[in-house]
T-cell receptor, first 112, second 112 residues
């Protein structure tokens, strides 16, 4: 499985943008880049995903490098509720099922 | 909609006991997954199902069995619990293999 590398932790201030980086230098051409986050004592929550082009949704934006070896999750205006562990995952398909391989993620702290 | 519901939320077992964890989803999803999360780690896939009546092994299947007799339910069984199976167990579901997964809030299982 292709691996992802993320910083263990990051810190930001409320109402400021946050850029969460992810390196995936061994990504294959068919791997989608997924981001999930996990709030304390909860299950992971889907944030966004993409293949080659940048993507936007109501929660965040995903910027994908042209060579696809790295990506950045952008939270445009962080709130205290965005404090969570953020996982960058390369999706691989096995027999049609989506296999998500979770790393240790980035623990994001938001300061008031 | 309840989404993905896991039962029970907490359980303490003795070594050698058996138990079944229940996952129910009301979104008519085809695919269902069982993960485990150990302290400070990301999630690891135990078993998954691509439809009613089907099951398949994930990354860490040893010591677990699963069944998908009804589309909305996915059961995870521990036949003879071991301390190494102390973990938080998450169930997830998705429409199809390429779609985002929706997670339950987890079952916290301690084996003494």
């Amino acid at each position: 499985d292709a691996k992802t590398t993320q910083p263990n932790s990051m810190e930001s201030n409320e109402e400021e943008p946050v850029h969460l980086p992810c390196n995936h230098s061994t990504i294959s051409g068919t791997d989608y880049i997924h981001w999930y986050r996990q709030l304390p004592s909860q299950g992971p929550e889907y944030v966004i995903h993409g293949l080659t082009s940048n993507v936007n949704n109501r929660m965040a934006s995903l910027a994908i490098a042209e060579d696809r070896k790295s990506s950045t999750l952008i939270l445009h205006r962080a709130t205290l509720r965005d404090a969570a562990v953020y996982y960058c995952i390369l999706r691989a398909l096995i027999q049609g099922a989506q296999k998500l391989v979770f790393g240790q993620g980035t623990r994001l702290t938001i300061n008031p | 909609n309840a989404g993905v519901t896991q039962t029970p939320k907490f359980r303490v077992l003795k070594t050698g006991q058996s138990m079944t964890l229940l996952c129910a989803q009301d979104m008519n999803h085809e695919y269902m997954y069982w993960y485990r999360q150990d302290p400070g780690m990301g999630l690891r896939l135990i078993h998954y199902s691509v439809g009613e009546g089907t099951t398949a092994k994930g990354e860490v299947p040893d010591g677990y069995n699963v069944s998908r007799l009804k589309k909305q339910n996915f059961l995870l069984g521990l036949e003879s619990a071991a301390p190494s199976q102390t973990s938080v167990y998450f169930c997830a579901s998705s429409y199809f293999g390429g779609q985002p997964q929706h997670f339950g809030d987890g079952t916290r299982l301690s084996i003494l």
